[in-house]
């Protein structure tokens, strides 16, 4: 059954008050077209806060084509969160290829997180955000991440809202604790990610002052966007 994003709306709340009949985005509508799917079909929705739809294609207009809710399910709520700092590498491809592969695997928030030794100074949130909208869909998945706008290392640093588990991925040889062996399952984590260059000492020592413990993600020398996604893997294992 076919997937579509319906976004700004809790599907479980619309449906519980009656409110069945919607109306589908733009790109949504274009891609009923592109299926060739015809009034009466089923498909499936997710608002990507949780929910899915069943639902039935009322109106397949290419522009705004108009679905019936006929039953909605709630996702259960993950026991713990799991945000990423990364920051963007010089090849865009490769920082969209990990924000593709953590929303398949698991990952509640993204943040961008320009360094000292950044090469990326730019980046397209809204692009970021379609491509996890494809990722969720393709997936299956009912949850969709949260992808912050970018921060300045030392912003974050000064961030009054972060989770307890802190950590930071930092390639140094008197590094010796892995992240498996560091983070305890159903906690709320940040873990940070630095550039091609790694973090610069300033930061590694700022982090250290705001509570982050550094960790090996193994013996590999990793790239960035493999870094990330190996850390993402590796809270989502020691949560199953």
Same mark, same amino acid.
């Given at each position: 059954? *076919?997937?579509?994003?319906? =976004?700004?709306?809790?599907?479980?709340?619309?449906? %519980?008050?009656?409110?069945?009949?919607?109306?589908?985005? &733009?790109?949504?509508?274009?891609?009923?077209?592109?299926?060739?799917? +015809?009034?009466?079909?089923?498909?499936?929705?997710? &608002?990507?806060?949780?929910?899915?739809?069943?639902?039935?294609l009322e109106d397949a207009n290419p522009k705004k084509s108009t679905v019936m809710l006929t039953a909605v399910t709630a996702e259960p709520v993950k026991p713990f969160r799991l945000a990423i700092a990364v920051a963007p590498t010089k090849?865009?491809?490769?920082?969209?290829?990990?924000?593709?592969?953590?929303?398949?695997?698991?990952?509640?928030?993204?943040?961008?997180?320009?360094?000292? *030794? %950044?090469?990326?100074?730019?980046?397209?949130v809204d692009r970021l955000e379609k491509v996890a909208v494809s990722a969720m869909k393709q997936s299956l998945k009912a949850w969709i991440p949260k992808i912050h706008e970018p921060v300045s290392f030392s912003d974050l640093m000064l961030?009054?809202?972060? =989770?307890?588990?802190?950590?930071?991925?930092?390639?140094?040889?008197?590094? $010796?604790?892995?992240?498996?062996?560091?983070?305890?399952?159903? +906690?709320?984590?940040?873990?940070?990610?630095? =550039?091609?260059?790694?973090?610069?000492?300033?930061?590694?020592?700022?982090?250290?002052?705001?509570?982050?413990?550094?960790?090996?993600?193994?013996?590999?020398?990793?790239?960035?966007? $493999?870094?990330?996604?190996?850390?993402?893997?590796?809270?989502?294992?020691?949560?199953?």
């Amino acid at each position: 059954m *076919h997937l579509f994003y319906h =976004p700004g709306i809790n599907l479980l709340k619309s449906f %519980s008050t009656g409110d069945i009949h919607h109306q589908l985005t &733009d790109v949504e509508s274009a891609h009923i077209k592109v299926m060739r799917l +015809k009034p009466g079909d089923k498909v499936k929705l997710t &608002d990507g806060i949780g929910n899915f739809a069943d639902a039935l294609l009322e109106d397949a207009n290419p522009k705004k084509s108009t679905v019936m809710l006929t039953a909605v399910t709630a996702e259960p709520v993950k026991p713990f969160r799991l945000a990423i700092a990364v920051a963007p590498t010089k090849n865009i491809a490769r920082y969209e290829w990990f924000i593709e592969k953590a929303t398949e695997i698991g990952i509640d928030e993204i943040i961008p997180l320009y360094c000292d *030794h %950044s090469e990326r100074e730019r980046l397209r949130v809204d692009r970021l955000e379609k491509v996890a909208v494809s990722a969720m869909k393709q997936s299956l998945k009912a949850w969709i991440p949260k992808i912050h706008e970018p921060v300045s290392f030392s912003d974050l640093m000064l961030s009054k809202n972060l =989770p307890d588990a802190l950590f930071m991925a930092w390639i140094d040889d008197n590094v $010796t604790l892995h992240l498996k062996d560091a983070y305890t399952s159903g +906690k709320d984590v940040l873990v940070l990610i630095g =550039p091609e260059g790694d973090f610069s000492k300033s930061e590694v020592a700022s982090a250290k002052d705001r509570g982050f413990v550094p960790v090996s993600l193994g013996k590999s020398r990793l790239r960035t966007e $493999t870094a990330a996604l190996s850390a993402c893997m590796i809270v989502n294992l020691l949560n199953e």
